[in-house]
């Protein structure tokens, strides 16, 4: 039986003298039985309903996905004994409705798994905030040898998105789209790391969709998972997290935001960044970063011993950069171990000429108008080494099973994988190591450090008792953004252009890292037959790299391209985007490709295990690759006031038709700059305005004086840059 209470907003709220929120309770329940009373919080954007079926959501705009409560758990958690693992979920459970001055609250005083009673307690507060609607809360672990393991919460069930009409984006490296004919099955991703870079997912739908974030300032660990039934064309959508709370610990849920806005899924991206720019910033640019053109990534002397650039060579690698227009030099395998052995001691090798040979290398490279940026690995420690014996072990991530976190990485067939464990990104030994080495770097001349791999890994669980976090703790996600962020300063503070890099991406190192090193979805060299899929509406889990890109346009990326040489399409492709260019020279063959213009075979790469892409080279002559990307560099350089210190928008602020064509604009002051790539192999008709502006250049790579809307070349780009008119 259920006593129903209307109640008066303005008495509610001038209770308190507050003034009155946009997201109010108009319906409360009080129930007399065990069964979830019924409440509602309404907004300018629609209702939210919580009762014993779990949670709906009614959206005011028809073009947002509605969610249907579906009786399924609004919340799971995992229980850990000595002996076993205990499931609960919020079926069955006895709880207390309370009215907050802005929303609804649930409290679980002690949870039940049906046969026993745990003295853990579950609040969670629903609440209007601005548009959306937040979710927040707290859990208590007051139950003798318990340990709470795992959290899913939020849970949701009914979300009335179907991929053919509210495509799934997802924070998988720049992004990915999942669209009609997505392959079936649940996808996740863990955040932070490369496969979730944001906190946010969106159902798209073309004039409205459903945003769904966690709002949580610590970047602390977590994984989304969602689901979409084809049977009842409906989503699931879980955030996942591993607390670890002990018995007389308190964790606080981060919150989780439910948006249903208008418009295209720009509007999820504004409002993402909005939060984030509340809680965070970004590391302001040092000029020289903005206005490169990118990189090229050298490997010194490799695993097995070989050396094929010395230190005095460098300035032979500066000629080879010129002559591509590329303005770093991302230094690889220089210290005596070579690449990807012996970390983490980086010792200037003999072998290439020592320590002061390294230092008037660096000096020559800065009088040839280029930055160097020296190599150090932010995770990996050689278990071979003297570090390991005296340090190493006692600073790496312990699993539960008592064996240490490790990867193994062999480069050649012939020579034998390097074993090594994985640094605990808690552990203030390896802060300080990391710390040594970006001094160092600076010391030897270098203009920045690469961590590498700190933006690809994943949080992980570690149970060590000797690294000043609790035993077990997530790491691997806030402990590594706050070290990152210490060295930087530290390094800002005795140099004050000296940046640091990181391998891969996401956004809760942006405070820290300057320009990352390209190693996710949506920075890897494309395809024409990918592009082709892309553009027809074919792929049905399609990279998305727009999604990050409008999220933070002000972040720094380069491709990633393990090959010395870019064609046409992967150059061109990183132009439109606003990426920073990459070729890599990593073996033999590659030297010899960059020094003479010689071609290898596959057979040059024989003993290699990941050689690089041999047809590419082939396909192009060198001097042609060579030529394409400098002028392709100069072009932006020439326009670099929109397209490397402009904004990319996307495709908002003008209007464009073209088939198998792709439009992205740049904004700066007064002017938006619209590329337009056809990346297919035939010309292309196409046009273009852009309201309340008029025209003002048309130009090309190869041509600076075009008609603005003649038909647009085969594997060609076209920026058309317009004045905004005053009113």
């Given at each position: ?31 007399t ?55 609960l ?33 579950l ?6 905030k ?55 099955g ?22 409205g ?43 606080t ?33 040092v000029?020289?970063?903005?206005d490169?053109s ?40 220089w ?8 970390y ?29 940026i ?59 190591r ?13 203009d ?19 690294h ?25 503070r ?20 300057s ?29 998305f ?19 010395p ?17 990459e ?40 001097a ?7 002028q ?96």
């Amino acid at each position: 039986m259920e006593k129903r209470i209307i109640m008066s907003i303005s008495k509610l709220f001038n209770l308190s003298g507050r003034a009155v929120p946009c997201c109010l309770i108009v319906l409360l329940a009080v129930a007399t039985d065990a069964a979830m009373p019924a409440a509602s919080l309404d907004s300018a954007r629609g209702t939210l309903t919580l009762d014993e079926r779990g949670l709906s959501l009614s959206p005011r705009d028809p073009a947002c996905p509605a969610i249907v409560a579906q009786g399924k758990p609004l919340w799971t958690l995992v229980l850990q004994t000595s002996s076993r693992q205990v499931a609960l979920s919020s079926v069955g459970q006895k709880l207390r409705q309370e009215t907050t001055a802005d929303g609804v609250r649930l409290v679980y005083e002690n949870l039940t798994d049906g046969t026993n009673i745990w003295k853990v307690g579950l609040t969670l507060d629903f609440r209007g905030k601005q548009d959306a609607f937040e979710i927040s809360g707290e859990l208590r672990n007051d139950a003798d040898g318990a340990m709470i393991r795992e959290l899913a919460c939020l849970a949701i069930s009914g979300i009335a998105a179907s991929p053919a009409t509210h495509p799934l984006l997802w924070p998988n490296g720049l992004g990915q789209r999942f669209g009609a004919g997505s392959k079936p099955g649940e996808r996740t991703f863990p955040y932070p790391s490369r496969t979730g870079t944001m906190q946010w997912c969106a159902f798209a739908g073309e004039r409205g969709g459903l945003y769904v974030s966690c709002h949580d300032a610590t970047h602390d660990a977590k994984t989304f998972a969602s689901r979409f039934d084809p049977k009842t064309q409906q989503s699931t959508l879980v955030i996942r997290h591993q607390p670890f709370c002990a018995r007389g610990g308190r964790w606080t849920l981060p919150p989780t935001v439910l948006l249903p806005y208008a418009g295209t899924w720009h509007t999820a991206a504004r409002y993402y960044r909005a939060w984030f720019d509340s809680v965070a910033s970004l590391r302001p640019q040092v000029d020289w970063v903005r206005d490169a053109s990118g990189w090229l990534l050298c490997i010194l002397k490799q695993q097995n011993g070989s050396v094929m650039w010395d230190y005095p060579s460098l300035k032979q690698l500066c000629d080879v950069a010129d002559q591509r227009g590329l303005d770093i030099l991302g230094l690889f395998g220089w210290a005596q171990g070579g690449h990807d052995h012996l970390y983490p001691d980086y010792i200037p090798d003999l072998q290439m000429g020592g320590p002061e040979a390294l230092r008037r290398a660096l000096k020559e490279v800065r009088r040839r108008g280029k930055r160097s940026i020296l190599y150090a690995n932010g995770q990996l420690i050689d278990t071979n080494t003297e570090f390991y014996r005296t340090q190493g072990k006692d600073l790496a991530v312990l699993r539960e099973n008592g064996v240490l976190a490790g990867e193994n990485w062999q480069k050649f067939k012939s020579f034998p994988a390097v074993k090594c464990a994985l640094a605990c990104q808690a552990a203030p030994g390896w802060h300080k190591r990391m710390l040594e080495l970006a001094r160092q770097a600076q010391e030897l001349g270098a203009d920045g450090i690469l961590f590498d791999q700190l933006g690809v890994t994943g949080p992980m669980a570690c149970w060590a008792t000797n690294h000043g976090h609790p035993s077990p703790a997530m790491v691997y996600a806030g402990e590594r953004a706050a070290w990152l962020r210490r060295v930087a300063d530290e390094m800002k503070r005795i140099a004050p252009e000296f940046i640091v890099m990181t391998e891969g991406l996401h956004d809760s190192v942006l405070d820290s890292v300057s320009l990352f090193h390209g190693c996710v979805l949506g920075v890897f060299t494309t395809t024409e037959k990918e592009m082709l899929a892309r553009m027809d509406g074919k792929a049905a889990d399609a990279v998305f790299p727009e999604m990050f890109r409008f999220t933070f346009p002000e972040v720094l990326t380069t491709q990633r391209h393990p090959t010395p040489m870019l064609n046409r399409l992967g150059a061109n492709h990183a132009c439109v985007y606003g990426l920073r260019y990459e070729i890599e020279s990593r073996y033999g063959p590659d030297v010899c490709y960059l020094k003479e213009g010689v071609i290898p075979v596959q057979a040059d790469y024989a003993d290699i295990l990941n050689p690089p892409n041999v047809p590419m080279m082939a396909a192009t002559p060198p001097a042609e690759a060579t030529r394409y990307l400098k002028q392709l560099v100069d072009f932006q350089r020439h326009h670099a006031a929109l397209l490397w210190r402009g904004r990319f928008v996307d495709d908002r602020g003008f209007q464009f038709k073209g088939e198998r064509l792709i439009a992205k604009a740049y904004a700066a002051g007064e002017q938006l700059g619209v590329l337009v790539w056809n990346p297919t192999d035939q010309p292309a008709s196409f046009s273009l305005a852009v309201p309340k502006a008029r025209l003002t250049a048309a130009a090309e790579p190869e041509r600076d004086q075009v008609e603005a809307f003649s038909p647009l070349p085969a594997q060609t780009v076209r920026l058309l840059v317009w004045q905004k008119q005053k009113p």
